[in-house]
């Protein structure tokens, strides 16, 4: 008795190889894409942070140097700095889409925020006395 296979059944092996590949293929880019997000958003953090705190570090070596002249000098906690950075960075990321009145928005909002931490440290201080 003879085999006789039906001429279709000779591609499912090498349907089943390409989708096969195909579904491993697609798999593997969308987990790499996410993956390099992520690597982008941390690198992007400790950017932030980092500028941030050189940002304070030099604030603070000058209001030393104020006070040791003999002058007052005010130093705003290190958070506020973060969030400027954080806030600034929006479109400082998107160069081609900075432009005045955008800055301005920006800087308006970081006023705000940093108005609400102000009205914060003073209800705090309150409290505690």
């Known amino acids: 008795m003879a085999n006789n296979i039906p001429a279709w059944t000779l591609w499912i092996p090498l349907l089943s ?10 798999t593997n880019f969308f987990i ?17 942070i980092k500028t941030a705190t050189e940002n304070w570090k030099q604030s603070h070596d000058l209001a030393k ?48 925020i940093i108005d609400a931490h102000k009205k914060y440290d003073d209800i705090k201080r309150k409290n505690s006395q």
Do not use: C, Q, W
Request: proline share 3%.
């Open 32 to 48: 790499n894409k996410t993956n390099k997000k992520t690597e982008e958003r941390k690198h992007l953090k400790e950017m932030i």
């Open 65 to 112: 140097f104020v006070v040791e002249k003999g002058e007052k000098a005010a130093l705003a906690p290190i958070e506020i700095y973060i969030i400027h950075m954080a806030k600034l960075s929006e479109i400082l990321l998107n160069p081609d889409k900075i432009d005045k009145n955008l800055l301005i928005l920006k800087l308006k909002e970081i006023d705000e």
């Open 17 to 26: 190889a390409i989708l096969g590949g195909s579904v491993t293929g697609l």
